[in-house]
């Protein structure tokens, strides 16, 4: 017996609705023949919504029965669906994944081989890069979460706007391998200033916060994952300095 399906969704000239495009596919992929019936201009849709009582676009029947929306159809159908408030690593480890896979390719390119210690550096320098990008789309958001829990910035509050800049700056530099006497210090500096901000925040203090890490409209906790930005950055200061000492050491000798 074939399924049968309407649905009733908004088509115009200046807006197509995404929605309705997402419910007649999700419909059609399980097997539903979709009577798809067009609302071609603001009266119609607002004529549609009073009638049936809704406040949103588009709206699904399954044989006569309302099902709602675009999440409603898959709540039916038992899948899941995304909570906007609902807290998420989701933003970081793709940030990461992203530079990682940059960092191997470059290192292949450069050297044959995805996996030398230059791969390592250019992962930590350019996911210092990609986070900074984040921060700098919106820098005033960022800044705004980001005085929830940064110390120095409770402070000093243009530090949240000298911050991204900065991280950013101290990432180019160490992509190309310049400037060491400039680049470690600052991202040691702001990276250790980080870490034992997000070390009160979350492990003495216990406070549940959203980090900034990505930038100020994100919903990702502050935890270690956000430690970890700055860790790395520790860490590939200190690695940079020690290995510029050992350079400017052997050359002495």
């Known amino acids: 017996m074939t399924k049968t399906a309407t649905i009733y969704r908004m088509v115009m000239p200046e807006h ?5 495009l997402k419910a007649r ?4 992929s399980r097997g539903y023949k979709v009577e798809d019936l067009w609302l071609t201009t603001r009266e119609q849709t607002d004529a549609f919504k009073a009638e049936h009582g809704v406040k949103t676009t588009p709206q699904v029947f399954i044989d006569r029965k309302r099902i ?3 999440d409603d159809l898959r709540r039916f159908f038992g899948l899941k669906v995304r909570d906007p408030k609902a807290t998420t690593y989701t933003p970081v480890l793709v940030v990461f994944l992203t530079t990682a896979v940059m ?3 470059l290192s292949l390119a450069v050297d044959g081989t995805p996996f030398t210690l230059r791969a390592g550096e250019w992962f930590i320098a350019l996911s210092m890069m990609t986070l900074a990008m984040l921060k700098l789309q919106n820098v005033e958001s960022f800044s705004a979460m980001f005085l929830n829990y940064d110390l120095l ?3 000093w509050v243009p530090y949240g706007k000298v911050y991204p800049f900065a991280e950013f700056g101290a990432g180019a530099l160490m992509v190309a391998g310049v400037l060491t006497w400039l680049s470690a210090p600052v991202a040691l500096f702001i990276g250790g200033i980080g870490a034992v901000s997000v070390i009160k925040a ?5 406070r549940e ?3 900034a890490c990505v930038g100020g409209d994100s919903n990702v906790p502050l935890g270690f994952l956000s430690l970890t930005e700055n860790l790395m950055m520790i860490a ?3 690695w940079m300095l020690v290995m510029e000492y050992g350079r400017v050491g052997t050359m002495v000798m």
């Not at 596919?25 to 059609?28: A, D, F, G, P, S």
């Not at 979350?202 to 216990?206: A, E």
């Open 16 to 20: 197509t609705c995404p929605w309705g």
């Open 25 to 28: 596919h999700l419909l059609k």
């Open 68 to 70: 709602g929306g675009h």
């Open 103 to 105: 960092a191997a390719m």
């Open 153 to 155: 910035a409770k402070r």
């Open 202 to 206: 979350v492990y003495i203090d216990k």
């Open 209 to 211: 916060l959203k980090c």
């Open 236 to 238: 590939m200061a200190v």
